[in-house]
Each structure stands twice: as structure tokens, then as C-alpha cells.
């Protein structure tokens, strides 16, 4: 009886295992723009691929960050700065990708670059702390898409889109949760549209990882201000829920945007931590009164943190 059950779930995976391990050709040939090199995800893909051989086209917000990575790197490695909030800037970013990639295009755009603070609960926000994450880490993304979209088809490339588990489950108030719900949905109709041209589109969704997003520097000071009045009950219990949850090897996220970029066969999402595959991609799929509940035994009661 379990034979019968085993032997088809053991053939699919072995099957998937194949399609998934080939490789597109000519990766030395081939240019990836990636947003958000200065730390994280982002630099450590960019070392990743620039030692696959691939030719990586590197954008930073700072100087300091792109120096600092070019030295890491191979020669083949360039730089550019790119503030994804500034149309100015993406358009200078494009005309340089442009002259880089000729008539090849481009091969892999990967959208990484954002910012998670300011975060905490809905009520301590106003709009403006709403369209700050908004600004960087969704209409930045819409705006490089489309702005490298002709690039990109020309290649028949890929599109790599960093997301979150949060832009599949919304536990943390703030815009952090929204942006990437928005995410989610713009790399769907995209890949939806771009299948006819031959690109595809992927989703990474990391759990929780230890890298500069999650220094509150980025919060405004009224958001701060509150962060500092909350009792030292509630800013444990943030502190261990992150920690408990958090890893800190970021190539389980780089590998996976890696295999986006270089197998024949992508996936469609990636899940990366886990966290993210055990916890918050499970609860996703639950209904929405079972999820609800997990989270409202285990997250601070509202009466502590207002
Ligand atoms: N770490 C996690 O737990 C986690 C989980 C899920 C998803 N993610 C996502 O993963 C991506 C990378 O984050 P990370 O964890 O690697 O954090 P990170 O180290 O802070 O990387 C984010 C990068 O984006 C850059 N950046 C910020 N604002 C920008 C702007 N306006 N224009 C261009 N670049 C800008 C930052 O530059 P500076 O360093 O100069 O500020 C930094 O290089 C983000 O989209 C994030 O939402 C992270």
C-alpha cells in the first residue's frame, strides 16, 4: 500500500529534481541588474553571481557601498548609485545598463532593494510613514521594472522579484506588510503578461533573516519616540520574537535568486528560511479564523503595545 502511495510523490520529486538542476547556457555572457547592493541580499548575490562568472550590473545607494563591493569583486563587476525612489536616478540607471548590454538586453533584473521601517502598530502611524515604505520598496520596484522591461524582453530574461513571507501573511502593522502584498501582485500579472515574450518572472519570499533592514534607524522620530515610551514588556517580546525566528545564513535567500537567474526551469516562488517554510507559508494557506487565532495566542495583546 505505501509503495503505491511513495512511488508516484518519490518520481515527481525526482522528476522536478532534473528539470530543475539544468542550467541555461552562456551565463558568462550574460548581464544581471541588481537593486540594493550595498549590504544584505543584495551585495551577497552580487559576490555570488560576479564568481559564477556572470557579468553583474550592481546598484547602490551609496558610494561607500559600492566601493566597498568592487573591491570584493572581479573586474567584471560595475557599479552604478540607484535611489529607486528618484525618477531621475532610474533613468540614468537604464541609459548605463542600456550602453553596458547592446543588443543582447538584459538577462535578469532583480528587484531587492527596501526598507521595513517605519513599522509598529497601524495606530501609531500616520501617511506618511505609510508612503515612505511604499515609495522604496513597491513603486520603486514598479518604476525599474518598467523602466528595464524592453531591456529585459529583448534578452527573453528574467525578472526577480524580492518579497517577503510578510506578502503572504499580514502580522506586523505599518507599510512593510502592504508593499509586499503589492509585490506579490504586480510579479503575478507580470508573469502573466510575460510568458508570450518568452520572460519569466520569480518571487522570492524570505523569512526572517539578520541583515541591516532591521536596524530602526529608518524610523521617523514620532514612530521612534513611541518605540522608546513602550513598556520594556513589549519591547522584549518584539526582540524575542524576532531573534527566536531569525537566520543567519543569507544564502539560503541568494541561492534561491541564484537558481532564479540560472536554471532553464524556475520556479515561480521561492521560499527561503525555516520559518518561512514551516511556519508562515503553512499558516498562509489556513483560513483566515485559524490564523487569526495562532496569532492572537502568541502576538502581544493590543491594549500592552498602545
Ligand atoms: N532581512 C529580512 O528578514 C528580509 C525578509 C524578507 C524580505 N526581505 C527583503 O529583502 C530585500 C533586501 O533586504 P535585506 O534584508 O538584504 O536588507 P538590507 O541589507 O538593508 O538591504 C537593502 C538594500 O536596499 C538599499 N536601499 C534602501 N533604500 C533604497 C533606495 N531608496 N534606493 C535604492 N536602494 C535602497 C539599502 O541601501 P543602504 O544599505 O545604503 O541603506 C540596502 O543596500 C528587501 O526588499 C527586503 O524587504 C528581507
Redesign the pocket.
Known amino acids: 500500500m505505501w509503495l503505491y502511495l511513495m512511488t508516484p510523490v518519490g518520481l515527481y520529486y525526482l522528476l522536478r529534481w532534473y528539470r530543475e538542476k539544468q542550467v541555461v547556457s552562456n551565463l558568462q555572457d550574460k548581464h544581471v541588474f541588481i537593486?540594493?547592493?550595498?549590504?544584505?541580499?543584495?551585495?551577497l548575490l552580487a559576490r555570488q553571481l560576479d564568481r559564477r562568472g556572470m557579468r553583474v550590473l550592481a546598484?547602490?545607494?551609496?558610494e561607500k557601498?559600492a566601493t566597498e563591493l568592487r573591491n570584493k569583486t572581479s573586474d567584471r563587476l560595475e557599479t552604478v548609485i540607484?535611489?529607486?525612489?528618484k525618477t531621475e536616478s532610474i533613468v540614468a540607471a537604464t541609459q548605463w545598463v542600456k550602453e553596458r548590454v547592446g543588443n543582447r538586453g538584459l538577462w535578469g533584473l532583480v528587484n531587492?532593494?527596501?526598507?521595513?521601517f517605519p513599522s509598529g502598530p497601524n495606530e501609531w502611524m500616520n501617511k506618511e510613514d505609510f508612503a515612505k515604505i511604499l515609495d522604496?520598496?513597491l513603486l520603486?520596484v514598479i518604476e525599474v521594472t518598467l523602466s528595464m522591461l524592453p531591456l529585459v524582453r529583448k534578452a527573453k530574461g528574467r525578472v526577480v522579484n524580492?518579497?517577503?513571507?510578510?506578502g503572504r501573511i499580514s502580522i506586523v502593522g505599518g507599510g512593510y506588510c502592504i508593499s509586499?502584498y503589492g509585490v506579490e501582485a504586480f510579479s503575478d500579472s507580470l508573469r502573466r503578461e510575460l510568458c508570450y515574450f518568452g520572460v519569466k518572472v520569480a518571487i522570492i519570499e524570505?523569512?526572517?533573516?539578520?541583515?541591516?533592514?532591521?536596524s530602526s534607524d529608518g524610523h521617523f522620530s514620532h514612530v521612534k519616540m513611541l518605540w522608546e515610551q513602550a513598556s520594556s514588556e513589549v519591547k522584549e517580546f518584539y526582540d524575542k520574537k524576532f531573534l527566536l525566528s531569525c537566520e543567519w545564513d543569507?544564502s539560503l535567500v541568494t541561492d534561491c535568486m541564484e537558481h532564479a537567474l540560472t536554471s532553464r526551469h524556475p520556479r515561480t516562488r521561492y521560499s527561503a528560511g525555516w520559518d518561512a517554510k514551516l511556519i508562515y507559508i503553512p499558516l498562509s494557506y489556513l483560513p483566515t479564523c485559524l490564523s487569526d487565532a495562532f496569532f492572537y495566542r502568541t502576538s502581544m495583546k493590543p491594549e500592552k503595545a498602545l
Open positions: 537593486t540594493g547592493c550595498d549590504s544584505g541580499f543584495g551585495n546598484a547602490c545607494l551609496t557601498g540607484l535611489d529607486v525612489t531587492n532593494a527596501g526598507i521595513s522604496v520598496n520603486g524580492v518579497s517577503s513571507i510578510l509586499k524570505p523569512g526572517f533573516f539578520q541583515t541591516a533592514i532591521s543569507l
